[in-house]
């Protein structure tokens, strides 16, 4: 009876258990509750999610990368779908209405069995009651049983109700006794969800990492990723290419439109021209024509390419070798040990290097037009090309290693077939026209022609009137001196090849 007693209690500790679990474990669901699996599919988010992405597909077409990753998305998102179709109809199945018959009617039917009995028992202890009334109005003795008719009728009224309790008792216990052996079957069903559950994501993950090789070579095998801040080997992998794009579509256009631009690679482009350069040639599609206008521009986003590199085209790896080479007195150990240092570069950096070279030296040939002497172009463009790998102010660093920076690169300019022997072809892709050249360095009224003399040449000179112009990083100014183009800051009197000639000239320290 004791046990019976412990039992009952748990019966309803059992009940609210399960009727809560019942609850939580429904609103789970994501599909609706009760219905086949064709539709419950409709009205599931994720079967939503994959007609969306589906139709974004058909909208964008597998001709661009994002129609190719929405159409892949959307195939596994349907997959994913389906998965979650069955593994909610499973666990409906096996656990949520077990659950639900447990607390629903299991419980409720032996409560309703125990309120039966305790309706008996006062059944029985009225017909005993009666029964009794009937023998003290006989005026019996206790221990003697009245007789006749009507008292047999009680005695059998009282014993069928005795066993009638007798039997709902026995009912009853069986009923516990079977509850309690049942706890096992009942606990399985929580250990049935888990089991559902693993085998969903199991089939989900296996569903995901089937895809996702697929939507990876997608994007790898895409040729238009970004290359601006890009690793240089990245962008040459991705793109198949030897010579950077953004190198050979800013050289290419220069080659066209900018060798005879005064100042080239040291006047400011417009902000906004640069960025949307920048941004075209991100994205591989820069319109010739348009920025044949403004070569300029093209120079800044050359340098900003190779400034933004997160490794200097020249590497980390060899600085202090091409430092080294600079501070070597003798000329001629000097260029070996840079031409040393150049051969140890990694190939493509070889290949991108040799091209700019080359390129910066056929702009030096129009030096007497443009004022970019092999040391102006290495002035603005060493800082570009090699820094060093320790963080620090970018100003700081250009005043600390400048001079080392421009005793490197303005060599290799100045012996640019020596160090890289052989012909280069500059429009490595073909893709670019031959837009006509256009003055457009506003202090001037106008360039000379290439076919002009150099007396001619002269005389135009020393009508234009004289540059200054803001750059970028330092904000350098330039000045005239003795047809050299200087940049202002310390000064001090050298000897300085111009041209064929030798003469004394004022240089940045």
Not at 112 to 123: G, I, P, T
Not at 375 to 395: C, E, K, R
Request: glycine share 4%.
């Amino acid at each position: 009876r004791a046990q019976l007693g412990t039992v009952e209690k748990r019966l309803e500790l059992v009940k609210q258990v399960s009727h809560s679990t019942h609850k939580k474990l429904t609103a789970c669901l994501q599909g609706q509750q009760g219905v086949d699996a064709d539709k419950r599919s409709k009205k599931l988010p994720l079967t939503t999610l994959a007609q969306c992405l589906m139709e974004g597909s058909a909208v964008l077409g597998d001709d661009s990368l994002l129609g190719k990753m929405l159409r892949l998305c959307g195939e596994a998102e349907d997959k994913l779908a389906q998965e979650l179709i069955h593994f909610e109809l499973q666990v409906e199945r096996d656990v949520i209405e077990p659950l639900f018959v447990l607390a629903e009617v299991e419980i409720p039917n032996i409560q309703k069995q125990r309120k039966h009995l305790a309706k008996l028992v006062l059944d029985m202890d009225s017909s005993r009651t009666r029964w009794q009334q009937s023998a003290k109005s006989s005026g019996l003795a206790s221990n003697l049983q009245p007789s006749g008719a009507k008292a047999d009728a009680l005695r059998e009224e009282m014993e069928e109700a005795a066993n009638r309790v007798e039997i709902c008792r026995d009912q009853l216990s069986a009923d516990m006794y079977n509850f309690v052996a049942k706890e096992v079957d009942y606990a399985n069903y929580f250990q049935t969800l888990i089991e559902v559950q693993a085998e969903y994501h199991r089939k989900s993950l296996a569903l995901l990492q089937n895809v996702l090789p697929q939507i990876k070579a997608q994007q790898e095998a895409w040729m238009e990723k970004p290359s601006f801040g890009k690793p240089l080997e990245e962008h040459l992998a991705v793109s198949g290419r030897e010579i950077a794009f953004p190198v050979e579509a800013c050289v290419t256009m220069l080659l066209e439109c900018g060798m005879q631009e005064e100042g080239l690679f040291r006047v400011a482009p417009s902000a906004s021209k640069l960025k949307k350069l920048k941004a075209a040639l991100d994205c591989c599609v820069v319109d010739v024509q348009e920025y044949s206008a403004d070569p300029h521009a093209i120079a800044g986003a050359l340098k900003s390419y190779l400034r933004e590199l997160p490794e200097p085209l020249m590497t980390f790896e060899l600085y202090e070798e091409w430092i080294q080479a600079s501070n070597i007195p003798e000329q001629e150990k000097r260029l070996q040990a840079l031409w040393s240092a150049c051969e140890k570069l990694p190939k493509a950096n070889y290949n991108n290097i040799r091209y700019l070279i080359k390129f910066l030296a056929k702009l030096t040939e129009y030096q007497d037009t443009n004022k970019m002497t092999p040391s102006n172009v290495a002035i603005v463009l060493g800082p570009n090309l090699l820094w060093p790998q320790a963080d620090g102010n970018m100003t700081e660093m250009m005043t600390t290693v400048s001079l080392q920076i421009v005793g490197i690169i303005e060599p290799l300019i100045q012996h640019a077939d020596w160090f890289f022997p052989g012909d280069i072809e500059f429009n490595v892709t073909g893709n670019y026209g031959s837009p006509m050249h256009v003055n457009h360095n506003a202090n001037y009224s106008s360039m000379p022609s290439p076919d002009m003399d150099h007396a001619d040449r002269r005389q135009h000179d020393q009508a234009r009137r004289p540059l200054s112009v803001a750059t970028d990083n330092m904000m350098l100014e330039f000045y005239k001196k003795d047809g050299v183009l200087v940049p202002a800051g310390h000064w001090g009197r050298e000897r300085w090849p111009v041209g064929d000639t030798t003469s004394w000239c004022w240089r940045c320290f």
